[in-house]
């Protein structure tokens, strides 16, 4: 039998224990991969941390410097906190925390790889530790960190000397790679890498009983329900699903789930509207009770300015409510038949257009599911792990 193949992955979006729910998706990502007994994975989750331990970044004072996450071995290195004109210099700042540490780790028993798992700032950090360490790199794309840091030339300038670096970019859909390469990325490199899925939680509950559910989190029990699972943050656009709702039936709700900086203007948006009565804002909800929301949704709404490719339709998905969504991202990857959903114009009128035909249609819920049917952690992790043994076997062919 093979020895493991030995990665290292540098992650600013991973969980730690003062924060459980950030960058979930990578710590499901990480744990499948691991899970496969053919990669040993080690994670550097790098904190970001303000100079004095006071207001809302003092509990990252506290997180550990490493801990167990199953199979996989979680450090926490620190790095100091700077934001705006200052994040240019975060790369460098996170490759010095980690880098003594990833050579004794090295040293030790060597690694065949490095990734990161976010564009920037760890792309850049990921590839000087690489390249310290003598091992090949990967590079995945989610989006954000695509659309928005490279929109700013000082971290376009480090993320394009990355890619050319790497061995090879992940992007989570096939749109968001070509945005790469308008960026001045390598075609030849990119690899479309689609984000999993966890089936044990996310599957269609039937409606009626996951109405019943929904009630003990404050959902009426009558009319229609939309939902949306986002950031109460400006991209994520539930200003316009809130506008939206005027042109649509009185027996339409739409319930907010998530928390933000927006949450205080959404309400007085909503109060303006004479819409309070009809939007429910229900904060961030625990691991069961999102997919008890989306089997319980008629329809799922997330009017983001930009996305990769969100996990959120995926899920809402495999709970069986189609999704109306903006032409962004991979929209079009995912609803490519009736049954998944509608891309709209990303305006009131437009969201309100969409939701109309999909809630008149009734979509049976199984049907919307078939939607996602390709959707796994396994799959995610196969896919990878094939990717990678490429890389290290000097075989680019994926």
């Not at 199979?71 to 100091?80: D, E, L, N």
């Not at 003990?216 to 539930?238: F, H, M, N, T």
């Not at 699903?241 to 789930?257: E, F, H, M, S, Y």
């Not at 509207?273 to 709404?301: E, Y």
Request: hydrophobic share 50%; proline share 8%; glycine share 8%.
């Amino acid at each position: 039998m093979r020895r493991p193949l030995r990665l290292l992955t540098i992650a600013t979006l991973y969980p730690a224990p003062v924060r459980p729910g950030f960058g979930r998706f990578v710590q499901n990502q990480t744990r499948a991969l691991a899970a496969r007994g053919d990669w040993d994975v080690t994670v550097m989750n790098p904190i970001s941390l303000p100079p004095w331990p006071l207001g809302r970044g003092a509990p990252l004072h506290g997180t550990p410097a490493s801990e167990q996450d199953g199979q996989i071995t979680v450090h926490h290195p620190r790095y100091p906190q700077l934001g705006g004109l200052f994040a240019n210099l975060n790369p460098s700042l996170i490759a010095r925390a980690v880098l003594p540490l990833a050579r004794r780790l090295h040293a030790q028993t060597p690694f065949d790889l490095v990734d990161a798992q976010f564009f920037y700032p760890d792309g850049p950090a990921a590839a000087a530790i690489a390249q310290k360490l003598g091992v090949p790199l990967a590079i995945k794309a989610r989006g954000s960190d695509i659309h928005y840091w490279g929109s700013r030339s000082g971290p376009l300038r480090k993320m394009r000397a990355a890619a050319d670096q790497a061995s090879a970019l992940l992007s989570v859909s096939a749109a968001l790679g070509r945005d790469m390469v308008a960026l001045g990325m390598p075609e030849d490199r990119i690899a479309v890498h689609y984000t999993g899925l966890d089936r044990s939680r996310f599957y269609p509950q039937p409606r009626a009983i996951a109405r019943m559910k929904a009630a003990e989190l404050g959902v009426p029990a009558d009319g229609r329900l939309v939902v949306s699972v986002g950031a109460l943050i400006p991209i994520k656009g539930q200003a316009l699903a809130i506008a939206a709702l005027a042109n649509l039936p009185g027996d339409v709700r739409l319930a907010l789930v998530g928390a933000g900086a927006d949450d205080a203007e959404l309400r007085n948006l909503a109060d303006r509207s004479a819409l309070a009565d009809r939007v429910l804002f229900l904060g961030n909800q625990g691991h069961d009770a999102v997919p008890t929301l989306l089997s319980a949704a008629d329809a799922m709404v997330l009017a983001s300015e930009r996305e990769g490719l969100a996990n959120a339709w995926i899920e809402a998905l495999a709970c069986g409510a189609p999704i109306v969504i903006p032409d962004i991202g991979g929209a079009r990857e995912i609803v490519n038949n009736p049954a998944a959903g509608r891309i709209v114009e990303r305006t009131p009128r437009g969201i309100a257009a969409g939701l109309a035909e999909v809630l008149a249609a009734a979509i049976p819920q199984h049907e919307v599911a078939a939607c996602a049917a390709r959707f796994s952690w396994d799959a995610n992790a196969e896919a990878m792990a094939s990717i990678y043994r490429a890389i290290v076997t000097g075989n680019r062919a994926f």
